[in-house]
Every structure is written in C-alpha cells, then in structure tokens.
C-alpha cells in the first residue's frame, strides 16, 4: 500500500500539469490567427458602442422633432413674456439710477 501511494501521487500530478503542458508559448500564441479573450472582449464592446450610438441618434432625432412640434410652440410665448418684462424692468432700472 505504501509502495502505492507515489504512483497515485504521480498520476495525480500529471493530471495537474497536464493542461499546463498543452499549452502553447507566448510566441507560438502570438503568431496564432485566432483572436483571443481580450480582442473579442473589444470587438463585441465595439459592437455595442456602434449599436447605442446609432439608437441614441434616432432617440435623439426624435425628442428633437417631439420639442420642436409640442414643447417649442407651448413655451416660446412664456420665453418672449419673460424677456419682455425683464427687459422693461432692467430699462426703468436703469433709468431710474439716483447716481
């Protein structure tokens, strides 16, 4: 039994190490064509980005169009008021100067 336990040991350890073993070098990998975890990591983030850009412009045309059909036509009468009045107030301010 004792004689058995280096071999299992043994078997054990080549089991291990076997995919240490299988592994390519750092030269051998670089000269492999096939793209590695980090460049299809990049390729699907740029992917992604592309995606979201395009979606955002159309959201944005969108909401664009939405403000200058809905929200612009609503508010510019406000806008002119309150520019109106800031206007006459600052004009009779500064008319009205002691100094």
Not at 7 to 18: D, E, F, I, S, Y
Not at 38 to 49: C, Y
Not at 62 to 72: L, M, P, S, T
Request: with cysteine; aromatic share 10%; proline share 5%.
């Amino acid at each position: 039994m004792q004689k058995m336990v280096p071999v299992v040991v043994l078997v054990l350890l080549m089991q291990a190490c076997r995919p240490l073993v299988g592994q390519t070098s750092a030269r051998e990998a670089e000269e492999s064509d096939s793209p590695g975890i980090f460049e299809r990591v990049a390729t699907g983030a740029r992917e992604v980005k592309a995606k979201v850009q395009r979606v955002g412009g159309t959201v944005l045309g969108f909401a664009g169009a939405y403000y200058e059909d809905h929200v612009k036509t609503t508010v510019d009468p406000y806008v002119k008021w309150a520019s109106n009045v800031t206007s006459t107030l600052w004009e009779s301010f500064q008319n009205n100067r002691p100094f």
